[in-house]
C-alpha cells in the first residue's frame, strides 16, 4: 500500500467514522449515563460488529448479501428491530443515578457490561451507514488479486483504531455532558431525545424501499 493510497484510505474511512449516526448517538449516551470506562465496553462492540462488516466486505460476501434479498431484509430487520428497542428502552426506562465505582454486585457488573458490548456490537452491525460504507467504498480499497498480509493488517488496524477511537471520542463527549450536567432532569431529556433519534431511525430504515 503507498503512501497516497494509505492516505486516500485513512481520509474516506475517518470521515465516514466520524459522521455523527447511530453509532457515536450510542456512545454519547453510554458516557453519559455509564461513564468512560463502562463504555469500553460498547467502544469494543462497536469495534467487533464494524470488524465483522469489514470481513465481510473483504471476502466479497457484501455483494452476495445485497444482492441476496431474503437475507439483506433479515439483517436489515434485525437492526430495525434493535433501535427500536433501544429508542423506547430510553425514553420509558427510569433515569438511575449510579456511582462509578468498584463496589456494585459483581454478577449485575458482568451483566451490564455484557449489555453494554451487544448494544455497540449490533448497533454497529445494523448502522445503515456502516453497511453502505463496507458494501460501496470499502470495497475499492481492496485487491484480492494482489492482497498481501501486510495490507490487510494495515487495512483492519486502520480502521479498528479509526472505529474505536471515534466511538470513544464521542463518549468522552457524554462525559463531560455528565459532569457540566448532573441534574437528573437533564440526562432524562437527554435519553428521551436519543431515543426518539434511535425510533425515528428505525422507522426511517423500515419505511425505506432498499
Not at 451507514?129 to 493488517?153: N, S
Not at 448532573?182 to 432524562?188: A, D
Request: glycine letters at 10%; hydrophobic letters at 55%; a positive charge.
Amino acid at each position: 500500500m503507498t503512501f497516497d493510497y494509505f492516505v486516500a484510505y485513512f481520509t474516506i474511512l475517518f470521515i465516514a467514522t466520524v459522521t455523527p449516526g447511530p453509532n457515536s448517538l450510542l456512545a454519547i449516551n453510554h458516557g453519559l449515563n455509564h461513564g468512560i470506562r463502562r463504555t469500553i465496553f460498547s467502544g469494543l462492540g462497536n469495534l467487533t460488529g464494524n470488524l465483522l462488516l469489514a470481513l465481510v466486505s473483504f471476502l466479497g460476501l457484501g455483494a452476495i448479501l445485497i444482492a441476496s434479498g431474503i437475507i439483506f431484509t433479515i439483517i436489515k430487520w434485525i437492526g430495525i428491530i434493535y433501535l427500536l428497542f433501544v429508542g423506547f428502552k430510553l425514553i420509558f426506562e427510569p433515569v438511575i443515578t449510579e456511582t462509578f465505582n468498584d463496589n456494585l454486585d459483581k454478577a449485575s457488573t458482568i451483566k451490564r457490561k455484557n449489555n453494554l458490548f451487544l448494544d455497540g456490537l449490533i448497533i454497529a452491525v445494523g448502522n445503515p451507514k456502516g453497511i453502505l460504507f463496507f458494501t460501496a467504498l470499502f470495497p475499492q480499497f481492496i485487491d484480492i488479486k494482489h492482497a498481501t498480509a501486510e495490507g490487510f493488517l494495515i487495512i483492519f488496524s486502520t480502521l479498528g483504531i479509526v472505529a474505536f477511537g471515534c466511538y470513544m471520542l464521542y463518549a468522552v463527549f457524554g462525559v463531560r455532558l455528565n459532569r457540566l450536567f448532573l441534574r437528573e432532569s437533564f440526562r432524562k431529556g437527554f435519553n428521551r431525545i436519543t431515543g426518539s433519534i434511535f425510533v425515528v431511525t428505525g422507522l426511517a430504515i423500515a419505511l425505506s424501499k432498499k
